[in-house]
């Protein structure tokens, strides 16, 4: 089974943490096909971006994560009910129009060009929840690849990837999570590919072992961009 890796929420109060992630993947499991997954909106200062960089220089993937991971409004009803189930306050591209949706995009992409990263080719809306965007719009981005929910986008071909996550602070959750996580398992035996997220905190949640069990059940890491 082959495995697409991504250390989500990366910001400037938990880089010690992502560290430590990174550090535990490599050493203990031998990953070294790693995409972790910034937020560029946020407070940055000249080291925490160098911390970043020397990452990217040393083989880690880096991909734009929304603009500031959080919604300032929730309007419609599928909002609210997939902040109450799901993202929380979170997914940053729902309840706002097509245009505010490219305009984010579009800032993630030119922070990581102007800070003299190397060009970002994937985007992963915060909760990989694309909102109202059109995949022409999509097209007339500059990131190549898009991750959603149910798998992700390169030019204009979507391509279902089953997903599997651990970041569950409630035990109910936990559990649903872990039920969901067993299905998705199951459908990844037939794509061959699984996508297994890993959030700054998951390792301290109830499905901290869960982890380890999905990273022992995949022969191989690959990126996004490896798939098409």
Known sequence: MKAYISIHDVSPD?????ENII???????????????????????QSQIHKIKTWQNNGIQIAAHGW???TTK???IYHKLHSLIISAKCAEHLSINRQDINNIVSNSY????????????????PAWSLGKIKR?????????????????IHNNKYRFLPLIGFEEKFLWKSLLRRFFNSFNF??????????IAIHPNDFNLYLKNDIEKYLNKCDEAVLLNELG
């Not at 938990?14 to 992502?18: F, G, K, R, S, T």
């Not at 550090?23 to 200062?45: A, D, E, M, R, Y």
């Not at 500059?142 to 991750?147: A, D, K, L, R, V």
């Not at 199951?186 to 996508?195: D, E, Y």
Request: proline share 4%; aromatic share 14%.
């Open 14 to 18: 938990n880089l010690n943490e992502i």
């Open 23 to 45: 550090s535990i993947l490599s050493l203990k499991f031998n990953i070294k096909k790693i995409s972790i997954l910034v937020i560029p909106g946020l407070n940055w200062n």
């Open 68 to 70: 500031l991971h959080k």
């Open 74 to 76: 929730i309007k419609t």
């Open 110 to 125: 030119n922070w990581f060009i102007e800070n003299d990263f190397q060009r970002p080719y994937l985007y992963v809306p």
């Open 136 to 152: 022409t719009d999509l097209n007339k981005l500059n990131f190549t690849h898009f991750e959603c929910t149910t798998g992700f």
């Open 186 to 195: 199951m459908l990844a035996s037939f794509t061959g590919v699984v996508r």
